[in-house]
């Protein structure tokens, strides 16, 4: 009887594991992880090399650099196929991402899990150990053994202390290779801008936050499920996997409904349009202020909350994210308006003196606009701070000079609008004839800074005459 016990022992420790060829297809992982595969699924990680607007991109740029491009972009958006050597520089430029096998397919389970170190931190500099361990954070109780992969946990993969960030930032900080690009250029920065913060340069419990903390919500739950598996739920033991930002799937794709309420619950409280909020208590009014005192203007305060880098961050040469401000009489007329930017047209394209517009604006050597990556000489930037130190007032304060009609202003609304992708990049890729134009109606503009709300709403009727702004308890601007 003791003999069958120890056999029994030794036949657990020393399973072989399941090979590497099968650890880099997620639907293995999705055998024992379910609710982390299906998350997973439906976020831009797993959409990154099927992305309509990638695919355009990376063909028309291929075919404009003359293949410069090599795997500059695929070592991202399909970090496997570069590994397994899918793709290489030889046939990077005639491939297609979407023919792509699902253990090369976007970012995978694999490649975040058996990633170990990086050696830059942009451009992907991660290193896989390319073996059958997976990275993690679970402990207390440490992970149970399972037939399928050894479990490591790991300060580069978990959200500890000692995270520096670089196991998602090496892939969130894109420089831009020269050539084909005429310069390099930090083109996104997500990391970099991070590391300004003081969730990277204070290593307290209390205020480091990494990139997992905020982007990977947790909660208490199984994070593996199966027959014979000896597992229990662990206090914030599972993560989210959804990876929520401004992105969202624009063809047919895995959980668009669930990706469209997460993109809205991390956005949201993100980017708002509040007065300050003291540490304790209710913010102090005055996201909308008319100032009659201060020359007839109209004052916005907008203030990013619980944001670990600028805004919008990373792909900010794409976006296009403004401030919308209507002042109306007592009738509904429209006295003042500013940021009212018509369906299908962006942004800068309205004549508006005082638009306040959240993005980067990218240049070709000759000062002309650029619209692509492999053109970008130069860039000006113009996104919301992230605090550098707690406590730091970081919010951006437009003003709206408004003359005489101050006295007629009845109500003010305001809110902040987002789209994903500017039109003439879409445009640009319809007329090359590498995007259908069927994927730009699928894009949504997106609303913050309102609570929820449609707008923020200044009335005369809530209006605190020594302030200009809303009287205490109205919270709805
Ligand atoms: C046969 C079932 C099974 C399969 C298949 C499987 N896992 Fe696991 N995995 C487990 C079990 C069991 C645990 C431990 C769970 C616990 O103790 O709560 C675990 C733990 C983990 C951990 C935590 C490691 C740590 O130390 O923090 C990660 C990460 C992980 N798995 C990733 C993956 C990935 C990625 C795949 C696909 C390549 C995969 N797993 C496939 C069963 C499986
Ligand atoms: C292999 C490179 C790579 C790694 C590693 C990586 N990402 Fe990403 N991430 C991407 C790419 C590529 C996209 C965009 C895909 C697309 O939209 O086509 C993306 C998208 C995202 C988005 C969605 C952005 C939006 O605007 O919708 C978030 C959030 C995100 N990543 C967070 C993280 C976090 C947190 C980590 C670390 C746990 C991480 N990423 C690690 C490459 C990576
Ligand atoms: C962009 C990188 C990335 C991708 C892609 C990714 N994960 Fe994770 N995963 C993480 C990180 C980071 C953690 C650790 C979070 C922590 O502990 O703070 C994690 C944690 C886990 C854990 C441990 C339990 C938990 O929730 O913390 C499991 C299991 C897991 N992932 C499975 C998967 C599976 C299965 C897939 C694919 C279907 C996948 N992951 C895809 C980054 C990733
Ligand atoms: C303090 C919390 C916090 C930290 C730390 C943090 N983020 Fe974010 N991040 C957010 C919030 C909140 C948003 C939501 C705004 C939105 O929906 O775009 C966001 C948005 C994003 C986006 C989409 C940005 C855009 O405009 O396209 C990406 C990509 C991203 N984060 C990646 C990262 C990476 C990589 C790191 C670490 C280097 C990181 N984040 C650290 C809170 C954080
Ligand atoms: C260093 C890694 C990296 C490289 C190299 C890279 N990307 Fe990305 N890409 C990302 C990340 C990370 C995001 C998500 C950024 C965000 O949400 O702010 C992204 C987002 C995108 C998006 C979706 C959002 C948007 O702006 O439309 C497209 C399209 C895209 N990249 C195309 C490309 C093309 C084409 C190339 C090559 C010319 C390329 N990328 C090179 C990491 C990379």
Redo the contacts with the bound molecule.
């Keep these: 009887m003791k003999r069958v016990v120890i056999t029994v022992a030794l036949a657990a420790c020393t399973h072989p594991k399941d090979p590497v060829a099968e650890l880099e297809d997620p639907s293995t992982c999705m055998q024992c992880h379910p609710k982390h595969y299906t998350q997973w699924s439906g976020s831009m990680h797993a959409y990154a090399s099927d992305d309509p607007v990638f695919v355009a991109m990376h063909k028309r740029g291929q075919r404009e650099t003359a293949g410069a491009l090599g795997t500059f972009c695929v070592q991202c958006h399909a970090p496997m196929a570069v590994a397994l050597g899918i793709v290489d520089a030889n046939n990077a430029a005639s491939f297609d991402p979407t023919t792509l096998p699902p253990t090369a397919r976007g970012v995978t389970c694999y490649f975040c899990h058996d990633a170990e170190k990086t050696i830059a931190d942009h451009n992907n500099g991660l290193v896989l150990a390319l073996d059958q361990t997976m990275r993690g954070g679970a402990s207390n109780p440490p992970p149970a053994d399972t037939p399928a992969h050894n479990s490591a946990f790991s300060d580069f993969t978990a959200g500890t202390l000692k995270n520096d960030?670089s196991m998602?930032?090496s892939c969130?900080d894109v420089v831009t290779p020269s050539p084909p690009s005429p310069m390099a250029v930090a083109l996104e920065r997500?990391?970099e801008e991070?590391k300004t913060?003081f969730?990277a340069t204070l290593h307290d419990a209390q205020h480091h936050?990494?990139?997992a903390?905020?982007?990977m919500v947790a909660s208490k739950d199984l994070i593996a499920q199966g027959p014979g598996l000896n597992v229990v739920p662990r206090d914030n033991g599972f993560h989210d996997h959804f990876f929520?930002?401004?992105?969202q799937a624009l063809t047919a794709w895995p959980q668009t409904d669930a990706m469209t309420a997460e993109?809205a619950g991390?956005?949201d409280?993100?980017?708002n349009i509040t007065g300050a909020t003291p540490l304790t208590g209710p913010p102090i009014p005055g996201g909308i202020c008319l100032q009659p005192l201060n020359g007839n203007e109209i004052t916005v305060r907008i203030d990013s909350q619980?944001?670990?880098?600028l805004?919008?961050?990373?792909?900010?040469q794409d976006?296009r994210a403004w401030l919308e401000v209507i002042a109306y009489d007592a009738s509904n007329n429209v006295l003042f308006s500013s940021g009212v930017v018509p369906d299908g047209m962006d942004p800068e394209d309205i004549t508006d003196p005082n638009l306040l517009g959240l993005w980067d604006t990218i240049f070709k050597a000759d000062n002309s606009p650029a619209l692509f990556f492999w053109e970008v000489d130069h860039e000006t930037s113009n996104l919301l701070k992230a605090p550098l130190f707690p406590g730091m007032d970081h919010s951006s304060n437009p003003s709206y000079i408004v003359g005489a009609i101050a006295n007629q202003i009845d109500h003010i609304t305001a809110r902040i609008l987002v789209r994903p992708l500017n039109f003439k990049l879409l445009h640009a890729l319809e007329q090359s004839g590498d995007l259908d134009p069927s994927v730009e109606t699928q894009m949504k503009t997106l609303v913050t800074g309102t609570g929820g709300a449609p707008f923020r709403t200044w009335s005369r009727a809530n209006f605190e005459p020594s302030t200009g702004c809303c009287k205490a308890g109205f919270p709805s601007c």
Aim: hydrophobic content about 40%; some cysteine; glycine content about 14%.
């Design positions: 960030g998602c930032g969130h997500t990391f991070w913060t969730f936050l990494s990139c903390n905020c982007h929520p930002g401004i992105d993109v991390i956005l409280p993100a980017v619980s944001l670990g880098h805004f919008p961050s990373g792909a900010a976006r």
